[in-house]
């Protein structure tokens, strides 16, 4: 059976694209414009076709592999609602995501995956673009299908909602289904993060571990214009605190025996998680290593598709495309 292709553009650090080779898809093209989100790619898959670019600059003439691909799949930054948008004077995301459209009128694949904020899907605020979106796919033979997946269905210690669009051409539209959970029970912090907490012989590992028995908030990666790397706005802080995390900031080390993070100056008794940890809650392989300082290396996994949601979806595609 011929392996089935896809091109990943605003690739990131990888998690979507990385779900989807799980899934059995290999790589025609990864494209993303910031050199460390490169990086990380090409260290991790150095056989991996990676094109450092501006989607909005990508001509798909100068790269004839992108043709006839059987997926094109997008993790774009997150769009804002009309409202956000005229407020913010910012276009950007919209832009990407018109970008990624007009690419499907290039490339022809067979299926279209887009991966964004919840309320594309369903919030009034967003009917104008996502009637662009299906209008310019309809035109194309494309029928859509929009639905939203909370990350911790898949197995992710994370209440992390996810605006899905999935469109297939035609012929092949009736075969999909969105993808049903996959675990039952949901994966709290502390049983994510126990072996991690405990590797340097933290006394405390054990109770904090039960005491953080809840999945995470959203992992934020933030806005690479201002700040640095913490776990999102109050009301997510507040969260992880009741689980025993500082969310203000990440600390360099796992506790010591007796729960000392040497690079935390904070006094806080509350832990701070590390960005390996981070990557665990985005459950990233322990294997997959980030390029760039501390903020730019928790940014790639805040902004990131957890691997099992795009490998879950990668399924669903291959089984409505019969491939």
């Not at 994966?187 to 590797?199: I, P």
């Not at 500082?246 to 806080?268: H, I, K, R, W, Y």
């Not at 459950?283 to 990131?304: C, E, L, M, N």
Request: one cysteine or more; a negative charge.
């Amino acid at each position: 059976m011929t392996v089935p292709t896809f091109v990943d553009i605003c690739s990131g650090g990888g998690g979507l694209a990385l779900g989807l080779e799980q899934a059995g898809f290999e790589p025609v093209l990864l494209l993303d414009q910031k050199p460390d989100a490169c990086e990380t790619l090409r260290l991790n898959r150095p056989s991996w076709n990676v094109l450092q670019t501006d989607l909005l600059d990508f001509d798909p003439v100068d790269h004839q592999r992108t043709y006839d691909v059987d997926l094109l799949s997008a993790g774009l930054p997150r769009v804002k609602s009309s409202a956000t948008a005229r407020r913010e004077d910012t276009g950007d995301e919209r832009r990407l995501l018109e970008a990624a459209i007009y690419l499907a009128h290039a490339v022809q694949p067979r299926a279209v995956l887009l991966e964004n904020v919840p309320g594309l899907i369903e919030a009034d605020d967003f009917l104008e673009i996502r009637s662009f979106i299906e209008g310019e796919l309809k035109h194309l033979g494309y029928a859509s299908h929009w639905f939203v997946l909370n990350a911790y269905d898949f197995g992710v210690p994370q209440d992390r909602k996810q605006g899905v669009l999935v469109a297939l051409k035609e012929r092949y539209a009736d075969g999909f289904v969105a993808p049903a959970p996959t675990v039952v029970t949901h994966v709290s912090v502390g049983k994510a993060l126990h072996t991690s907490m405990s590797a340097r012989g933290w006394r405390g590992a054990d109770e904090w571990s039960a005491r953080a028995d809840k999945v995470a908030p959203t992992l934020v990666g933030g806005s690479d214009n201002r700040g640095g790397a913490d776990l999102g706005l109050t009301g997510s802080k507040k969260a992880w605190a009741r689980m025993g995390i500082n969310g203000n900031a990440l600390a360099d080390e796992v506790p010591g025996p007796d729960g000392v993070q040497e690079s935390d100056t904070s006094m806080s008794p509350l832990k701070k998680i590390t960005v390996e940890q981070a990557a665990i809650l985005q459950s990233f392989p322990k294997d997959w290593v980030f390029a760039g300082g501390k903020t730019k290396r928790y940014r790639q996994i805040g902004h990131a598709s957890p691997p099992p949601v795009g490998r879950a979806l990668g399924r669903a595609i291959r089984t409505a495309l019969g491939v």
